[in-house]
């Protein structure tokens, strides 16, 4: 099956940036989708960026001006490129995967139903 690993938090500075990365090993999938959900202190988990088998790129509102989620298929790893930090960004980080259809191609497909999670990253963005 599949295991996730992420890694790249840390304490960063407001207005700073930096990128997560999720490596991914066991088998794989011809149609799948990789994504990134945060959890802050005290919050339900929420969803923040996905990113399908043939690329196309899902956001959550609050984050789509400075969030970049991208993957190297060549090196198995999913990665979220995170820009102009707020302290509200503050959260652990997971990285998901999930095996989809192929005629999934709205935005609700990737935001919900993912099989596989890693344990998480912890970003804290200092004020």
């Known amino acids: 099956q599949v295991q996730l690993v992420e890694s790249g938090g840390g304490l960063v500075q407001a207005g700073g940036s930096l990128r997560l990365s999720c490596a991914a090993s066991?088998?794989?999938?011809?149609?799948?989708?990789m994504a990134w959900f945060r959890q802050a202190p005290g919050k339900e988990r929420e969803f923040v960026a996905a990113i399908s088998w043939s690329s196309t790129r899902y956001y959550a509102d609050s984050v789509k001006d400075r969030f970049f989620i991208s993957s190297d298929n060549a090196k198995n790893t999913v990665y979220l490129q995170i820009n102009t930090l707020k302290p509200d960004d503050t959260a652990v980080y997971y990285c998901?995967?999930?095996?989809?259809?192929?005629?999934?191609?709205?935005?609700?497909?990737?935001?919900?139903?993912?099989?596989?999670w890693g344990q998480g990253t912890h970003l804290t963005v200092s004020s």
């Open positions: 066991g088998r794989t999938f011809s149609s799948y989708a």
């Open positions: 998901a995967a999930k095996s989809v259809p192929r005629y999934y191609t709205t935005r609700a497909d990737y935001t919900t139903g993912y099989d596989y």
